[in-house]
Each structure stands twice: as structure tokens, then as C-alpha cells.
């Protein structure tokens, strides 16, 4: 792993970016475009949008503006809670594309395991793969019993499970399973928003390589093979938050790290969602 552009093979052969952008939150319109169009520049290829965001013309705007061939681009995107089963999935799947303005699309992920309905949600997505609409599909917030339930299911098995994870909640029992099951794991919020940034351990590895805290989870996130895609609009932190390809954390110090976890989470608990 040497650099922004390195790449992992996924278990269907497609290759994916180790490192991208996600732009929850990130506005529609101006701040979207600027946004892509900077992450671009600095190196970003893996793009990781949803219906629910908001923003995905804007990213298909961004994506035709630049000079980058689309075979270049990773571009990942979501089916809503409020949108799964069978028919609503292949209909929420043609909204999504003409939003984005693509003709396939790389990456399209289950956003939440809804009781009763996932395995239905599944079902269309691969149809979309067997179409060769969608290059890869996978899941997302599914714990090892979602996935075991999908996997006793399922035809095609899901290449990736984005979840939300940083060193408070390292998911090391579900990344195990994932590992066993040729599922690459997708970290969701890696620098849990900033929280816990003046973390004394963070930063004095930090300061021992000269770098930030941030750029610290980052590097640990990638040597335990996990994709990260933080969120930033702010040109300098998106460009700190490449620059994590130039050092290696020695064994001790990710030992410490994965001592920092507590089994906390910031985000919705996927057994128990309201939305
Ligand atoms: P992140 O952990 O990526 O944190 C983003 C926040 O941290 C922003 O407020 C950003 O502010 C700030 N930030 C970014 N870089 C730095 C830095 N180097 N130093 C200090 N602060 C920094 O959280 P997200 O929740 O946004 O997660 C990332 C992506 O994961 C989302 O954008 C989305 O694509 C995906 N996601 C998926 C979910 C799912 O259910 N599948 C749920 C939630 C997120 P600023 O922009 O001002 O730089």
C-alpha cells in the first residue's frame, strides 16, 4: 500500500479503491462540485454518496465536469430504508442512476439491514449485478447475524460491509467474520467526527511521526485492511487526510490503538432502527 491510487480486489475480481471520500452532510449545489472537484485533484477516486444524502446529482455533476475517464472513478451509492423490497430497490436503483447521470455504476450497498425486508433488497441487487448494471454490490450496518442470514440466502455474496467504525468501536469480532467470508470491510464516520482527536495516545504517536491524529486513525484503519472514507469539505483537511501513505504504525503502536476501543457507538445501533 503506497499510495492514494492503490487498489484492492474485491472477492468478484473488481478492484476498488483502499481509501475515498464520503459526503454525508455535504450540501448540494456548490459545495458538492468544489468538494469532488478538490478531492479529485488531491488523488480521491472512490466517491461513497446515497439517495438518502441528497447530493447525488451534484456528484454526477462533479464527476462529468472533470477530466477524469469514468473506468478512473469508483462511485458507491445506496439504497434507503424507505426504499427496499424487490420492486421499490430496482426502481429506487433507476432513480439514483439518473440522478447521477451514469451508465453503471461500481459500488451499490444495502444502506440498513430492515427486518423483513433486506433479503428482498438483496434479491434486486443482484439482478442489477447479473445485468452488469452495478460492477459489485454489498451491505451496509449488517452485523455477523445479518450477514449469516444473507449468506444461508443468497446467490451472489456481498464483496463489502461499510459500517461505522474508528478506534472506540474497532468491530474486530465482525471484521473477523468478514475476513473469514471474502468481505472487505468499509469504515463508516473513521474519525467518529473529530470526537476524540486530543485522544493523549493518538497524539503522541502523532507527534512521534509528525503527523495528526487524524492521519493516525487513518494509517490504522488501512494496515487493519479496512477502506476509510472520511468526510471533509475543508480543502487542507482533505489533503491531511491523504497524506497517511508515507509512514508505517509499528505493531506496538497499533496494539495501543485497538486498546483505545470501548464497543462505542455514535451512530444508530442496526438492530434497533427507527428510520
Ligand atoms: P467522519 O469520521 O468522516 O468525520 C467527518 C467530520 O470530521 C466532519 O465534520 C469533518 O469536518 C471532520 N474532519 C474531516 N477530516 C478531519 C481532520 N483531518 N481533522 C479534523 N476534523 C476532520 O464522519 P462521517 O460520519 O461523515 O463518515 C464518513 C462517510 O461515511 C460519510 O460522509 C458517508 O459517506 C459515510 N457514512 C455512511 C453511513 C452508513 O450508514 N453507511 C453513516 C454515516 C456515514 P469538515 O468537513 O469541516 O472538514
Known amino acids: 500500500m503506497a499510495n492514494v491510487f492503490d487498489k484492492v480486489k474485491l472477492h468478484n475480481g473488481v478492484e476498488m479503491p483502499v481509501f475515498?471520500?464520503?459526503?454525508?452532510?455535504?450540501e448540494e449545489g456548490v459545495q458538492i462540485e468544489e468538494t469532488i472537484q478538490s478531492a479529485l485533484d488531491l488523488g480521491y477516486r472512490l466517491i461513497?454518496?446515497?439517495?438518502?444524502?441528497?447530493?447525488e446529482e451534484g456528484v454526477g455533476r462533479a464527476i462529468r465536469n472533470s477530466n477524469i475517464p469514468r473506468e478512473?472513478?469508483?462511485?458507491?451509492?445506496?439504497?434507503?430504508?424507505?426504499?427496499?423490497g424487490y420492486d421499490n430497490t430496482l426502481r429506487a436503483f433507476n432513480r439514483s442512476m439518473d440522478r447521477l447521470g451514469l451508465?453503471?455504476?461500481d459500488l451499490y450497498l444495502v444502506h440498513w439491514p430492515v427486518k423483513g425486508v433486506y433479503l428482498e433488497t438483496w434479491r434486486a441487487l443482484e439482478r442489477l449485478y447479473h445485468e452488469g448494471r452495478v460492477k459489485a454490490i454489498g451491505v451496509s450496518n449488517f452485523k455477523i447475524h445479518h450477514l449469516q442470514d444473507l449468506l444461508n440466502h443468497c446467490e451472489e455474496k456481498p464483496v463489502i460491509n461499510q459500517v461505522e467504525l474508528?478506534?472506540?468501536?474497532?468491530?474486530?469480532e465482525l471484521r473477523n467474520y468478514c475476513r473469514q467470508n471474502d468481505i472487505i470491510v468499509e469504515a463508516w464516520s473513521p474519525l467518529s467526527r473529530g470526537r476524540f482527536l486530543t485522544d493523549p495516545i493518538l497524539s503522541s504517536i502523532a507527534h512521534r511521526y509528525g503527523k495528526t491524529s487524524a492521519q493516525i486513525i487513518l494509517r490504522w484503519h488501512l494496515q487493519h485492511e479496512i477502506i476509510p472514507?472520511?468526510?471533509s469539505v475543508n480543502p487542507s483537511r482533505l489533503k491531511e487526510n491523504t497524506e497517511v501513505?508515507?509512514?508505517q504504525?509499528?505493531?506496538?503502536?497499533?496494539?495501543?490503538?485497538?486498546?483505545l476501543n470501548k464497543d462505542q457507538r455514535f451512530g444508530a445501533d442496526p438492530d434497533h432502527i427507527d428510520f
Open 20 to 26: 475515498g471520500l464520503g459526503v454525508y452532510k455535504v
Open 48 to 55: 461513497d454518496t446515497a439517495s438518502f444524502y441528497n447530493n
Open 72 to 84: 478512473e472513478l469508483f462511485i458507491t451509492t445506496k439504497v434507503w430504508n424507505s426504499e427496499q
Open 103 to 105: 451508465e453503471y455504476l
Open 166 to 172: 474508528h478506534p472506540l468501536l474497532s468491530q474486530e
Open 229 to 231: 472514507i472520511p468526510k
Open 245 to 247: 501513505f508515507d509512514f
Open 249 to 259: 504504525l509499528s505493531q506496538q503502536e497499533m496494539a495501543e490503538i485497538d486498546g
